[in-house]
């Protein structure tokens, strides 16, 4: 008896003319795989849209067996991309289609590896794939020399830098875009240099020099209106408005973030509206204002779950976190500064478990208030342990607190010395600083003894 055992099988495509294999959402981005449709069939092509709909086969295996038979692999990305079977958080299917062709790429076309890997700088930032899109572009970018200095390297050298960015490294994010910047301004090419310049702005700003980054903000700025990139310019407004409030020009500050606010809205991107109003609510915070603040931080969090940027949401978050310790509720800054925590570790950037150690520090601080004197110095030497921590690890990072963070921060400080012996302080601040990061981590926790 002889018969084809299931490895031997092939699931054919509807006919044998040049296949051309479709990949996005369906509901989200439907007018355009109908164009795409539209356009593949004018070339006398064969669309393969693997629709939905009742089929002799998983859609799993469907969809590989598909793809592996097409010879042209098209992807239109969104705010949304890839399947998600039940059970899981992040589709396998949208990154394995990445994967097989950067991949490819490395060892048969890194100019074409290149060029698409910078064309998912925002699907990386977006979905926090940032490990994954870093990884890639160090592959594709070695050997810089004999890549040349074209659009494609620019792209992906800013990309690259704006993932470190957003893992906590700009170190290491600053010299890859100040080259993608200097490549820019060869190519005369204003979006991406207005895209290259914010987030060196960004990197610049982490690192705690807020004078630098207005500089690469407003220029930054520029090139998008020369480029007329209505998204771009209320982007680059958001951070304008930051570096203007720390440059303590608190009335041009509210014009700028107003400007994005009402950019944001006119444009209908859901990212861009959470960033706006994030930007807002951290002048508000900063004016002490915190009870305006609220509202602001709470549309913003729900917006950047909504569109599934959990690192966007983490610093929104901890945004909040600070915002409501102002008013008195310990309790649910807490859970939230946990939550950045948990997102911190999810997306690997130090920078996040720092916020929260931060508002640990907090949380001790002004619950000790109520607290027998005994008590209320006990706690307040353990936020000191936080607190030196916090800044050790700043320092071994090369960043700074976040500027939305400094005067809250500061004033938490200076509640947490309030009636304690100097020396005995200053102590408890030396003890933190030799802490690891972990150690501190497992410190801050509500359940571990003083």
């Not at 070695?142 to 704006?162: F, T």
């Not at 607290?371 to 342990?385: F, K, M, Q």
Request: with cysteine.
């Amino acid at each position: 008896m002889t018969g084809t055992s299931p490895a031997d099988r092939v699931i054919r495509t509807p006919d044998q003319r040049l296949r051309v294999f479709v990949s996005s959402t369906l509901e989200e981005l439907a007018q355009e795989r109908q164009a795409a449709r539209e356009a593949i069939e004018r070339l006398n092509l064969t669309p393969v849209m693997f629709e939905l709909g009742a089929r002799p086969h998983p859609p799993r295996e469907l969809y590989r067996a598909y793809l592996e038979q097409s010879h042209v692999f098209v992807a239109i990305y969104w705010q949304s991309y890839g399947w998600v079977a039940p059970g899981e958080q992040v589709s396998d299917l949208e990154l394995d289609n990445l994967r097989a062709a950067l991949a490819w790429s490395l060892e048969a076309d890194r100019g074409l590896g290149l060029r698409l890997a910078g064309a998912l700088g925002y699907y990386w930032l977006i979905q926090s794939h940032f490990s994954e899109g870093r990884r890639w572009l160090r592959l594709l970018l070695g050997d810089r020399a004999s890549l040349g200095r074209g659009p494609d390297v620019a792209r992906a050298l800013a990309v690259a830098g704006s993932l470190a960015w957003r893992q906590g490294d700009a170190v290491e994010a600053q010299p890859l875009l100040e080259e993608s910047v200097a490549m820019c301004r060869e190519l005369d090419d204003d979006e991406l240099a207005g895209f290259a310049l914010v987030h060196l702005g960004l990197a610049v700003l982490a690192q705690g020099r807020p004078t630098e980054a207005h500089a690469s903000f407003e220029e930054g700025l520029a090139h998008y209106r020369a480029a007329d990139d209505a998204w771009g310019i209320a982007f680059s407004l958001v951070w304008l408005g930051t570096t203007t409030r720390t440059a303590g020009d608190l009335d041009r500050a509210l014009v700028l973030h107003l400007e994005s606010l009402a950019r944001a809205r006119e444009i209908g991107d859901p990212w861009l509206l959470a960033s706006a109003l994030d930007g807002l609510a951290d002048l508000r915070l900063s004016q002490g204002r915190s009870e305006e603040t609220l509202p602001l931080y709470e549309e913003a969090c729900r917006l950047f779950r909504a569109v599934g940027d959990g690192h966007a949401l983490a610093w929104a978050v901890s945004s909040l976190g600070f915002a409501l310790l102002s008013v008195g509720d310990h309790r649910r800054a807490m859970g939230l500064f946990e939550e950045t925590l948990e997102l911190g570790r999810r997306y690997e950037n130090p920078t996040l478990a720092l916020l929260y150690l931060a508002g640990a520090a907090g949380v001790v601080t002004l619950g000790s208030e109520d607290l027998p004197p005994e008590e209320r110095v006990r706690a307040r030497l353990r936020a000191a342990r936080l607190f030196g921590a916090v800044d050790e690890l700043f320092r071994e990072l090369g960043v700074a607190m976040w500027q939305a963070f400094v005067s809250t921060s500061d004033e938490l400080l200076a509640a947490a010395r309030a009636g304690v012996d100097p020396e005995a302080w200053d102590a408890a601040f030396a003890e933190g600083r030799a802490m690891s990061l972990e150690r501190a981590i497992e410190y801050a926790s509500p359940s571990s003894p003083a």
